[in-house]
């Protein structure tokens, strides 16, 4: 079974001041749930943060996104997807494997622009004020349900990494790509 991105053929959309829309669909991502997943991940080795809607760096182990105190998403921007399935049974006592790479696809918009241009489209202040590196939040964007994860890229780089239902991938990246408008011009 080869995975395929509902992007496809999209490419890049790129623009000055680092600008750089990109589709990460296809990147390696998987996730556990329950009581005992907090516990679980640090005993793998996995860094966390206190509270939930934060995500961090976790060494070579990628990113892991928290989106409540069960629920954690393992991300990792340079892996390639996996076509396996997950386990459909506990790995740890209240730990339960979920699999969140076909549910979602994975955008990421770069560059010094990228609060401004998200403001068109998104009622939460992402500036960097309001919404600082490590932040996630569970919003509408363009009117549609998105989970936007502030952090930095493996280049070190401040990327807001967006997770929005396949099927309103293409709809979200063109409403992205047209907000994007004035800074490719």
Not at 16 to 25: E, Q
Not at 157 to 167: I, L, Y
């Amino acid at each position: 079974m080869s995975l395929r991105s509902p992007l496809e053929g999209i490419g890049v959309v790129e623009g000055p001041a680092g600008l750089r829309l990109s589709d990460l669909t296809l990147a390696h991502r998987e996730g556990v749930r329950g009581a005992g997943a907090r516990e679980w991940l640090l005993s793998q080795g996995h860094a966390l943060q206190d509270a939930p809607s934060q995500i961090v760096a976790s060494g070579e182990l990628g990113l892991v996104m928290s989106l409540s105190h069960r629920e954690f998403w393992l991300l990792q921007p340079d892996s390639e997807a996996s076509t396996g399935r997950p386990a459909s049974e506990a790995v740890a006592a209240g730990v339960w494997p979920f699999y969140c790479q076909h549910s979602h696809a994975w955008l990421q918009l770069a560059g010094e622009p990228r609060a401004e241009i998200m403001a068109k489209l998104c009622g939460v202040d992402l500036s960097e004020a309001a919404f600082p590196l490590g932040s996630v939040a569970q919003t509408q964007v363009a009117r549609v349900s998105v989970i936007i994860a502030a952090h930095q890229s493996e280049n070190d780089h401040p990327v807001f990494s967006m997770f929005v239902d396949q099927s309103l991938a293409r709809y979200l990246w063109e409403a992205i790509e047209d907000a994007m408008g004035e800074w490719l011009e």
